[in-house]
Structures are given as C-alpha cells and as structure tokens.
C-alpha cells in the first residue's frame, strides 16, 4: 500500500514539470521564430542599405 501511495506522489510532480517544460519549449518556439523574423529583417536592411549606397555611386 505504502508504495502505491508513494508512486502517486511522485506521479503528480512529473505531470507539472513536463507541463511547464513543454511550456518553456513552447516560449522557445515563439522567440526562435521571433528571431529568424528579426535577422532576416536586419537582413534585408543590410541589402536595401547596400543597394542604395551603390545607386548613390552612380
């Protein structure tokens, strides 16, 4: 009976913690996203910054 009981303590635990883990993932998702969207926006400003200063030469 003891180790039935004690397997449902720690069952409860491991329910929370993969809960908030996969919270963390998912708010790892969102800024992994958030970041690729963001360099490849500095990305283009980089080309756009290039392509202007070469019409400027000319």
Same mark, same amino acid.
Request: proline share 2%.
């Given at each position: 009976? +003891?180790?039935?009981?004690? !397997?449902? =303590?720690?069952?409860?635990? *491991? &329910?929370?913690?993969?809960?908030?883990s996969? !919270? &963390?993932?998912?708010?790892?998702?969102?800024?992994? &996203?958030?970041?690729?969207i963001? !360099? +490849?926006? *500095?990305?283009?400003?980089? =080309?756009?910054?290039?392509? !202007?200063? *070469?019409?400027?030469?000319?």
């Amino acid at each position: 009976m +003891r180790v039935s009981s004690n !397997s449902k =303590v720690f069952l409860y635990p *491991e &329910i929370s913690s993969s809960s908030f883990s996969c !919270s &963390i993932c998912m708010l790892f998702g969102t800024f992994l &996203i958030a970041d690729t969207i963001f !360099s +490849r926006l *500095e990305l283009y400003i980089a =080309v756009l910054r290039y392509f !202007s200063s *070469e019409m400027r030469k000319c």
